[in-house]
């Protein structure tokens, strides 16, 4: 997309990207207009306006692989699902609830004798706190030791060189979805959030900056077609999820780009930031962005 520049003599001029950072003397008046310059991105992977990513089928993890509009290589993403260590985490859980369960009947048992402690009201509390014990202390066992879903961004496959990473805030969140951006290099340089309620209507994601302030949203692309989907399904893939990606964190805001699913280009979702040929969004978190909207769907 060009660069609108308006003049202050009134006349609105749309630039090619190519001039950016450019002075123009204006037609009409002469005045020297100078045309923004197209901000620097902390990596070359991520100077570039559009991405294409296609998730890797038939991979125990999630995998994500990050191309340019060339079909060309950028970036290998990895999420760990941990299959082994959820099991036993399941496996634990359940261990601790009939653990638990089995000392609060043989006190029961031990305080009333055998066969009176269902009947007797002391043995019915025993019993009775006992399970709400058991299936407090068996969720909490689950959480504590699942781990977390860290995603990692990779130069390649080799997992050498880590360029980026999206760290899953806490192993509960029920309601609020938080993960924070870092750059191996800089630090954290966002935060994103999603709150599930509003997957009910229209899905969300907000991103911001390190200080907390925001930077841009993610919207299901449609309300009514949000709505199709809750109630039809992904229809055979006709309705896919496509967001748009605004400014700030209103729906209004100016818009930024999008995350099209629908395969059109090389069989790759495409996350297009065009709308902000300044390059004013930081691209890494906007392929960050672009990946947990895919990931963090379905799970
Ligand atoms: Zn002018």
């Not at 950028?74 to 399941?90: G, H, K, S």
């Not at 043989?106 to 399970?131: D, N, Q």
């Not at 309601?175 to 290099?185: E, L, S, Y």
């Amino acid at each position: 997309m060009p660069i609108d520049v308006r003049c202050d003599c009134g006349r609105a001029f749309a630039f090619k990207n190519e001039l950016a950072g450019r002075s123009v003397a204006c037609p009409d008046c002469g005045t020297t207009l100078s045309i923004p310059a197209i901000s620097a991105q902390a990596d070359a992977a991520f100077d570039r306006d559009r991405f294409l990513l296609r998730q890797k089928r038939l991979s125990i993890n999630e995998i994500y692989d990050v191309r340019d509009d060339r079909d060309a290589s950028l970036l290998y993403v990895r999420r760990p699902t941990y299959p082994f260590r959820r099991i036993l985490a399941i496996l634990a859980g359940l261990l601790v609830i009939f653990g638990l369960l089995g000392a609060s009947l043989a006190l029961a048992f031990a305080v009333h004798g055998e066969g009176k402690a269902a009947g007797s009201p002391l043995g019915g509390i025993i019993t009775g706190v006992g399970m709400l014990l058991a299936m407090v202390a068996g969720f909490v066992t689950i959480i504590a030791l699942s781990p977390k879903r860290h995603v990692s961004f990779y130069r390649d496959p080799s997992r050498q060189e880590c360029v980026l990473e999206v760290l899953q805030d806490s192993k509960f969140m029920p309601i609020r979805r938080n993960f924070t951006v870092v750059d191996p290099k800089a630090g954290p340089i966002g935060r994103m959030s999603k709150n599930i309620l509003f997957d009910l209507f229209r899905k969300r994601w907000r991103v911001n900056d390190a200080e907390g302030e925001p930077v841009c949203t993610a919207f299901e692309d449609s309300i009514i077609l949000a709505l199709l989907r809750r109630f039809l399904g992904p229809l055979f893939g006709l309705l896919r999820t496509n967001y748009v990606i605004v400014r700030g964190a209103d729906a209004d805001g100016d818009r930024l780009g999008e995350f099209n699913r629908k395969l059109t280009l090389f069989d790759r979702y495409v996350l297009d930031l065009s709308a902000d040929p300044l390059r004013s969004l930081d691209r890494r978190l906007a392929v960050a962005l672009g990946v947990m909207l895919d990931t963090g769907e379905k799970r």
